[in-house]
């Protein structure tokens, strides 16, 4: 189990699908959020959430505030999981997109203001962060977690990179669009 960390269904317990993901620890969810918060108002942004799991970063934005998330997950117990969670949390503005990251990023882009990436550790995401380019507006922010081991993304244009924090074995990657 982990759970929402704050906002309005803050410490509420979500599920884990029994295999196959690692949920974001709640230490790393509380700074990537806290930082977030600091960036930029929340209550309008349009969030995507990338290999969405258990949907514990996406449920999390929206606690906080979000106007709305997009979760894409590929693997059908996951989104199982995902869908029981929404609905005990019992919050509005839910997507799930049953997929592969990929075919969802090779569609027809839709711009949002944050996007979280929480892939598996092991997965080669280098496609996937380049698939990127045109799903951001312009002040959007980007996060990737990636294993501390793993080599640092290359941002595709208009993204460029912002900051690098690591948190044990976990690191996140932060990239933003830049207003013009």
Do not use: C
Not at 68 to 81: I, L, M, N, P
Not at 132 to 140: D, F, K, N, R
């Amino acid at each position: 189990m982990t759970r929402i960390v704050a906002g309005t269904v803050g410490g509420r317990r979500l599920a884990v699908p029994p295999r196959g993901t690692r949920p974001t620890s709640d230490r790393v969810r509380e700074a990537l959020f806290s930082a977030i918060d600091a960036l930029l108002d929340l209550s309008t942004a349009r969030v995507l959430d990338l290999y969405a799991g258990s949907g514990a970063l996406g449920l999390e934005a929206l606690s906080r505030g979000a106007a709305s998330v997009t979760f894409v997950e590929a693997d059908r117990t996951a989104v199982s999981v995902l869908k029981a969670n929404i609905t005990t949390v019992g919050l509005r503005g839910t997507s799930v997109v049953h997929g592969k990251v990929a075919g969802f990023l090779a569609g027809e882009p839709t711009p949002y203001d944050v996007v979280l990436a929480d892939p598996p550790y092991a997965a080669d995401v280098a496609a996937d962060v380049t698939a990127l380019s045109g799903w951001t507006v312009p002040g959007a922010l980007v996060v990737l977690e990636q294993s501390a081991r793993a080599a640092d993304p290359v941002w595709p244009a208009p993204l460029e990179p912002m900051r690098k924090k690591k948190y044990g074995d976990t690191v996140l990657h932060w990239a933003e669009h830049p207003v013009e």
